[in-house]
């Protein structure tokens, strides 16, 4: 009987270079598909670019926090961006520059410029849907606001001054020259006229854009109590205008009421330590979260709510820790 061992064994050698060949095609074409896989999942990611007013105070940085862990958990290509002076005009060249690139969804807070609306029109006749957030506009071709109700905002400071005061008392009414801003004054004086208080003084000759605004704020406050000094609280239309209206108040040694509007850090510092009795606050973080799953959701097709409200808070002594926890933690 014969073996032919030598015809066995380049046999088997013919098996197993066949098997090594196919399992060496099969994982290229596995890598293949992998690297073709992640790269569509890479390309699909919608890319949304978020134009805000500026970076260069906390509100707004609370804003990008929301917007980032928004993109963060919802898979968008996001990119966050402001004019470093915070002015209509450096706003206009920057919207030129998004708009060659031709984002997939643009969420704006458009500065006071009819030029600025002009300018987003042109997104829309590119098909790029336009949301607006914080600051909203009566343009029809907008496909929703994610903000305050600002009205409602005014509304509430307004019952929250009153329940600390006395029908006829008087008061002080510091905004500055802003359709958000006015719309909140609008609010406090409706609610305030009807729980009997008096509006002694209303004054929105500040510039949002003034970088001196400090001053100016102790400059009119000064002013206001020497020509009304029976004043019994001042409503302002933000934070920033009342954080120095307690300041002016402290060094003159006078208590009273003071409401703002946003709820930063420093406001609701004042509000723990007992210097100011309560503010109301905007939710900016929620604005900003809210903003991308509304664009994620227009990238999709869904239709979506036209105004998006972020809601309110009212901050008092009992909740002020909690809200200064959070801030602490976006704000990392």
């Not at 066995?8 to 090594?20: A, F, Q, T, Y």
């Amino acid at each position: 009987m014969e073996y032919s061992f030598g015809s066995k064994h380049e046999g088997g050698n013919g098996v197993l270079n066949r098997n090594k060949l196919f399992l060496l095609t099969l994982t290229i074409i596995s890598a293949i598909l992998i690297v073709f896989i992640y790269k569509q999942f890479v390309e699909e990611k919608p890319k949304v670019t978020f134009v805000l007013r500026t970076l260069d105070n906390q509100y707004w940085r609370i804003i990008q926090a929301g917007v980032e862990r928004g993109c963060k958990d919802f898979g968008i290509d996001g990119k966050v961006i402001a004019p470093k002076n915070g002015t209509a005009t450096e706003q206009l060249k920057m919207l030129d520059n998004v708009l060659k690139e031709h984002p997939d969804v643009l969420v704006v807070s458009p500065a006071i410029s009819p030029d600025i609306i002009l300018k987003l029109d042109e997104f829309v006749k590119k098909n790029i849907p336009v949301l607006l957030i914080d600051t909203d506009e009566p343009w029809e071709n907008k496909t929703a606001y994610i903000g305050t109700n600002n009205v409602e905002l005014g509304r509430k400071a307004g019952i929250f001054m009153a329940s600390m005061l006395q029908p006829r008392d008087k008061v002080a009414l510091i905004g500055r020259e802003s359709s958000v801003e006015g719309e909140r004054i609008k609010g406090a004086k409706a609610s305030l006229e009807a729980a009997g208080i008096k509006i002694e003084a209303e004054t929105s000759k500040i510039s949002v854009e003034d970088k001196d605004q400090d001053q100016k704020v102790i400059k009119i406050l000064k002013t206001l109590f020497q020509q009304h000094p029976d004043l019994k609280g001042v409503v302002t239309s933000t934070d920033y205008l009342a954080i120095p209206v307690v300041n002016v108040l402290k060094e003159q040694g006078l208590t009273m009421p003071v409401t703002g509007a946003d709820g930063i850090s420093k406001m609701v510092e004042l509000v723990e330590k007992g210097d100011v009795t309560g503010t109301i606050a905007q939710n900016p973080y929620d604005m900003g979260y809210l903003s991308v799953q509304a664009a994620l959701q227009v990238t999709k097709g869904e239709k979506i709510k036209r105004n998006i409200d972020s809601g309110i808070d009212i901050i008092t002594e009992d909740n002020a820790k909690q809200k200064l926890d959070f801030l602490n933690t976006v704000l990392k």
